[in-house]
T-cell receptor
């Protein structure tokens, strides 16, 4: 149980285009979802937290107009990187926490974004 | 949430126990100790968590000192597939999970 999927697993795009990444909780309902970014040889950095049906809360230094997050249902959150640039190339990982009240967060497999 | 300190890297021989330490001297009474690991280019995988008592599951054991200021994750019989970065995280239930630098464990044949 407690599986989180991400799509796509890998994406290459041209500079200036927008890219959407989907995160789904497959076998549980996620009231809260999280988006992380990880650069090579670095740890995961929390970008934003979203609760179903409400606006995301962004960490300091993360541009909310550049990284659009939509948590439209209890099983789906999307991250859209708008007007992507090479410096946005990174490994994006989503995580979900269920409605059962437990403290565990379950992580997706990650999406490798490369902006040319 | 309290800060954690872990050694940057460790080696372990295949088949032997891997003991990964974590210091969390400023932990408060309602903070749990969580362990995750990240194998290269994958998302983090939950291993185990605990509050006060030692915990064991099919993957590992978690030993928390009586004063809760440190803990040790034990992989009883490490295999090459256990090579990963291991993260010790201290947090209050309900708070988001924030990652430090972790310990890079290399299991050698």
């Amino acid at each position: 149980g407690a599986v989180v999927s991400q799509h796509p697993s890998r994406v290459i795009c041209k500079s200036g285009t927008s890219v959407k990444i989907e995160c789904r909780s497959l076998d549980f309902q996620a009231t809260t979802m999280f988006w992380y970014r990880q650069f090579p040889k670095q740890s995961l950095m929390l970008m934003a937290t979203s609760n179903e049906g409400s606006k995301a809360t962004y960490e300091q230094g993360v541009e909310k107009d550049k990284f659009l997050i939509n948590h439209a249902s209890l099983t789906l959150s999307t991250l859209t990187v708008t007007s992507a640039h090479p410096e946005d190339s990174s490994f994006y990982i989503c995580s979900a926490r269920g409605t059962s009240g437990g403290g565990e967060q379950f992580f997706g497999p990650g999406t490798r974004l490369t902006v040319l | 949430d309290a800060k954690t300190t872990q050694p940057p890297s460790m080696d372990c021989a295949e088949g032997r126990a891997a003991n990964l330490p974590c210091n969390h001297s400023t932990i408060s009474g309602n903070e749990y100790v969580y362990w995750y690991r990240q194998i290269h280019s994958q998302g983090p995988q939950y291993i185990i968590h605990g509050l006060k008592n030692n915990e064991t599951n099919e993957m590992a054991s978690l030993i928390i000192t009586e004063d809760r200021k440190s803990s040790t994750l034990i992989l009883p019989h490490a295999t090459l597939r256990d090579t990963a970065v291991y993260y010790c995280i201290v947090r209050v239930d309900g708070n988001d999970m924030r990652f430090g630098a972790g310990t890079r464990l290399t299991v050698k044949p």
